[in-house]
């Protein structure tokens, strides 16, 4: 490749992480300012509805990303990710307003936030190759705490809506229609849930994986010491 294409990629690149990290960044400060003016932490997915939804939405652009190049993750774990996020965001939290004011919501939110902050500034740095170690560390060790955090306030929240999916008979097609066809969205969120079990694993000992390979020569350095 060019030195000149070369560059120009690379400037791209930069361009597209910054902006992935001040997303989550607006996020952040939202829920900061809107923690102080309030005193409490009951509510706040309101003062971040907006951004959240746009934001998270977006990202879906991710997964193309990923295909080509331009984000260094895998295609498969990163697919699964934002669509589950999207998913969450549009068809559990948006469409049942009565889950809104749950704190599981908060949980994912906060852990969603704090994750992609860290994912972006390790990105960012890595292509300025200026990455300080603590964010290198960051990016490979509070994933022990945030990924467990963000599916139980995930899990709680579907969990939550399903009294309110079932009373209402919401996005459920009853037979008989002209179709013939049958949906209950409340047993596809119960089965939603269900597929945590198996997928859930497979990205949390990816990165258990990633970080004995990242760091597990710098710590073993260290116990030598």
């Given amino acids: 490749m060019p030195s000149s294409l070369k560059a120009r990629t690379s400037g791209t690149t930069e361009l597209l ?21 309030r005193g409490s932490y009951h509510g706040l997915y309101y003062s971040i509805e907006k951004p959240l939804k746009y934001f998270q ?23 699964f990710q934002v ?7 549009w068809a559990v939290t948006h469409s049942v307003r009565e889950v809104q004011s749950e704190d599981s919501v908060l949980l994912f939110v906060v852990a969603w936030t704090v994750t992609e902050i860290i994912r972006y500034s390790f990105y960012t740095f890595s292509l300025l190759n200026h990455l300080p170690y603590l964010i290198k560390w960051a990016r490979y060790t509070f994933f022990f705490v945030l990924y467990p955090m963000g ?21 459920s097609i009853t037979l008989p229609n ?30 258990i994986r990633q970080r004995k390979k990242v760091l597990g020569h710098v710590e073993e350095y260290s116990k030598v010491e």
């Fill in 151 to 171: 599916v139980a306030g995930e899990l709680l929240t579907i969990y939550a809506a399903l009294p309110y999916v079932q009373k209402t008979g919401l996005y």
């Fill in 57 to 79: 939405t977006g990202a879906l652009l991710e997964i193309l990303h990923c295909a080509v190049g331009i984000v260094p993750s895998s295609v498969v774990l990163t697919g």
């Fill in 83 to 89: 669509m589950s996020r999207v998913f969450l965001t």
């Fill in 178 to 207: 002209n179709y013939n066809f049958s949906f209950d969205y409340h047993t596809f969120l119960i089965l939603v849930m269900i597929s945590y079990i198996p997928l859930f694993p497979q990205l949390y000992f990816h990165m």
């Fill in 17 to 37: 992480y910054e902006s992935f990290l001040s997303r989550w960044l607006v996020i952040a400060v939202g829920l900061v300012r809107a923690y102080l003016a």
